[in-house]
C-alpha cells in the first residue's frame, strides 16, 4: 500500500499497487473525480554490469487545456477549454476570426492576439505551442516579451498577458 494525496482535493488515499493495470498512466480521485496522473518506478537490471537500476517513467499529459481569463475592471473571470488544433485567441468583435472570443473593455487586446496550437504527440500526450498572432501590443509570457515567430511550449500555471488581460494556463 502506498499513500497518495490527490493534487486538486488534497484527499489522503490509500492505493494497492499490486492491483495497479499495467499501463496505467492516471485513476480518478474518489472524491473529486479528477485523474490523478502517476509515475510507475521498476527495477532494471543491466545483465553486463548485473547492476539495478531505477527509472521513473513520467506520466503523458492525455488531457488538454484550459485558459482562464483572470477578472478585473474590464474583464469578468472566464474559461476555455482547448483542443487540439490550431485557436486563435482575441477580443470579442464582429470582425474577429478568433475561436475564442474573450468578452473584455480591454481595448489593447487584439482580436486575434495570440496563438495556441495543441498537437499529439506519438506517445498519446499532448502539447500546447503559444505565439503571437502579430498584435500590435505583443505578448508577455511568464513576463517575457514573445519574439515575433517565437514559439514557446505552455506548461501549468502559467502566465499570458495580452494587452491589460492575465490569462492563465492549465493542463
Known sequence: MISVRCPHC???????????????QSFKCPKCKKAIPISLVFANKSAASGSSETTLI???????????????????????????????????????????????????MSREHIRIEVKKEAKGGYKHYLSDNNSKNHTLYNSSFLEKGEVVVLNNNDEIIIGRTVLRFNE
Open 58 to 108: 513520467q506520466p503523458l499529459k492525455t488531457s488538454m487545456g484550459t485558459l482562464t481569463v483572470l477578472p478585473d475592471e474590464n474583464t469578468r473571470e472566464q474559461i476555455f477549454p482547448l483542443y487540439e488544433g490550431v485557436t486563435l485567441i482575441g477580443r470579442q468583435s464582429a470582425a474577429s476570426n478568433a475561436t475564442i472570443s474573450i468578452v473584455t473593455a480591454d481595448k489593447s
Open 10 to 24: 488534497h484527499v489522503g488515499l490509500k492505493v494497492d499497487e499490486g492491483k495497479l493495470p499495467p499501463g496505467i
